[in-house]
T-cell receptor, first 113, second 115 residues
């Protein structure tokens, strides 16, 4: 069965510092990979996605993610976080022929002033 | 910017009661989804819907659940006889075409509390 793992449940980072959120997937072929963000009281908003091609993908709000097949990883990064980046972040995958998202457990990011 | 909306934002019900959660997907989207997130757990897929029929469902989506698109705009999830373990945040989503390559747009969710 396909699964997505986010090893870090909580991360605290200082405003202006860099952020990296880890995500590992388990699907034999290359899945479609996504990062979503959920702010309090909001729905899930797509930050970026990877299907094929360049393994470094740029998203909204200054986020980027790198697909590494050898490590089955799709880590999310941001060079300098803002207080508004405090939220929960979800990595997700879809099998190439499917249409259901499989989510990781999420990582809650706290931003210190 | 078009968005998915859901009503109500919070629903409290007694165990055994029927509930209907409502969603208005983005108007030109063709694929519709329900997901749920039990407190402290992962977001889980429930069902996808296309062309007025279920295209895929999870093992969670048993006979107590049903979905319907009663008119051209609404997409509903009905739970026939709620159980305590149905308490969760329920998210509706829609996409223009069949995903993977098409983004699923999520609504803000309905928090269902079963007492």
């Amino acid at each position: 069965a396909q699964s997505v793992t986010q090893p870090d449940i909580h991360i605290t980072v200082s405003e202006g510092a860099s952020l990296e959120l880890r995500c590992n997937y388990s699907y034999g072929a290359t899945p479609y990979l996504f990062w979503y963000v959920q702010s309090p009281g909001q729905g899930l908003q797509l930050l970026l996605k990877y299907f094929s091609g360049d393994t470094l993908v740029q998203g909204i709000k200054g986020f980027e993610a790198e697909f590494k097949r050898s490590q089955s990883s799709f880590n999310l990064r941001k060079p300098s976080v803002h207080w508004s980046d405090a939220a929960e972040y979800f990595c997700a995958q879809i099998k190439a022929a499917g249409n259901k998202l499989t989510f990781g457990g999420g990582t809650r990011v706290l931003v210190k002033p | 910017e078009p968005e998915v909306t859901q009503t109500p934002s919070h629903q409290v019900t007694q165990m055994g009661q029927e509930v209907i959660l409502r969603c208005v997907p983005i108007s030109n989207h063709l694929y519709f989804y329900w997901y749920r997130q039990i407190l402290g757990q992962k977001v889980e897929f429930l069902v996808s819907f296309y062309n007025n029929e279920i295209s895929e469902k999870s093992e969670i989506f048993d006979d107590q659940f049903s979905v319907e698109r009663p008119d051209g705009s609404n997409f509903t999830l009905k739970i026939r006889s709620t159980k305590l373990e149905d308490s969760a945040m329920y998210f509706c989503a829609s996409s223009l075409e069949r995903t993977g390559e098409n983004e699923q747009f999520f609504g803000p969710g309905t928090r269902l509390t079963v007492l």
